[in-house]
């Protein structure tokens, strides 16, 4: 029942071509449960890039569980959980007066942004240079964590551009159009925080139908305490860890003629379909 959509829109990817879907895991180094959660995701799931949060202090570990594994490894930007990596001092509008971050919850609370961009971008290329020394390279996308805020992305956008890296807005319906990688639509989570994924995706809630190639975008991982502390997102990590290693995904996908990408893989194919255009 719930593995082909529908008949018709299942011959016409045939003769199209593929629906091409970016898995990606978010939080890479947020703590060590979410680290072999991720692992996991990526060796016996369907993950094709995580996001690595260069500020926290499980992140050297977490890259060392998934460099061999042949993921994608962006910069997930976090300004909202744990200390920062520039001196506090210099970033005032960053943090608490203890020198950790202000957490994602005040911040959304704010009537007004009060982050200051000049503030905010030292700290985004301080995470760059630690993103670099863990890694040995430059990350293959770079977006930020859990925060809404104009000034983030702008400071996001403009150390992107100054680094030459693929800053990754796929709700910003430009970018969409530019990189040809589109949004799914978000989930509500009920009282316990969870959601219906096996309807989000396979009775397309996500809205994936129709679309090129699009984004999911997940939260794998175990639990641990400092996670149970730090975060909101607690009882859908192992949720999602399960069904994204679930054979029932993995029939889905093969019935649904999916191929799974990544940012630069998806880069690649639609410069040199501009190139075609233009040759």
Known sequence: GTLVVSEKSVRDRK????????????????SEAVNYGIRKAIVDGVITCTGLMPNMPYAAAGYALVKDTGVEVGQHTNICVGRPLTDPAHIPSLVQPSGEFCTSREIRARKQDTIVLEEVELEIQ????????????????????????????????????RNGLLYCDPVDPQWSAEHGIQCSAFYRLDERGLYDVRKFVFEDEAGLHGKECSVLVF??????????????????????????????????????YVERTTFARRAAEVKKEQEERHA
């Open 219 to 256: 939260h794998p991982g175990w639990l641990d305490q400092y996670l149970l502390e730090h975060s909101s997102y607690t009882l859908i990590r192992p949720m999602e860890t399960d069904f994204l290693c679930s054979q029932e995904l993995k029939d889905w996908l093969a019935a649904n």
């Open 126 to 161: 301080a995470q760059l240079d630690r993103f670099r020394a863990i890694t040995g390279r430059d990350p293959a996308y770079f977006e930020g964590h859990a925060v809404m805020s104009p000034n983030f992305f702008q400071g996001l956008k403009n150390v992107a551009a």
């Open 15 to 30: 003769e199209q071509g593929k629906m091409k879907i970016i898995f990606r895991a978010d939080d890479l180094g947020f």
